[in-house]
């Protein structure tokens, strides 16, 4: 599976955008999706998953009420819905897919195996 992360960029405070990030590939639908971002200086952080079916969305507290996952599997494509963003949601966002037989997490890096390139989301005051 190669994923292709966008729609990245600048925004004010409270504003909004939307990532995408396609998937390459018929097993698509086999995997559940997830974003993590990676702030300046800091470590890789989980930010949002969704299950194969779209009946399971699981968030950090910190973008709980904001950030809103969701994927088509007939576009092959996993969306990202960022509204009232803060500047402390600079950082470049990435989305990667995992094979949920696996026993990580899926709120853990590890439960990931196939990862995107990032798109940069940078939110000034």
């Known amino acids: 599976v190669q994923l292709q992360a966008s729609g990245g960029g600048l925004v004010q405070a409270r504003g909004s955008l939307r990532l995408s990030c396609a998937a390459s590939?018929?097993?698509?639908?086999?995997?559940?999706m997830g974003w993590f971002r990676r702030a300046p200086g800091k470590e890789r952080e989980f930010v949002a998953a969704?299950?194969?079916?779209?009946?399971?969305?699981y968030y950090v507290d910190s973008v709980k009420g904001r950030f809103t996952i969701s994927r088509d599997n007939a576009k092959n494509t996993v969306y990202l819905q960022m509204n009232s963003l803060k500047p402390e949601d600079t950082a470049v966002y990435y989305c990667?897919?995992?094979?949920?037989?696996?026993?990580?997490?899926?709120?853990?890096?590890?439960?990931?195996?196939?990862w995107g390139q990032g798109t940069l989301v940078t939110v000034s005051s």
């Open positions: 990667a897919a995992g094979d949920p037989t696996k026993v990580y997490s899926i709120y853990s890096p590890l439960g990931y195996d196939y």
């Open positions: 590939g018929r097993t698509f639908s086999s995997y559940h």
């Open positions: 969704i299950n194969w079916n779209s009946i399971s969305t």
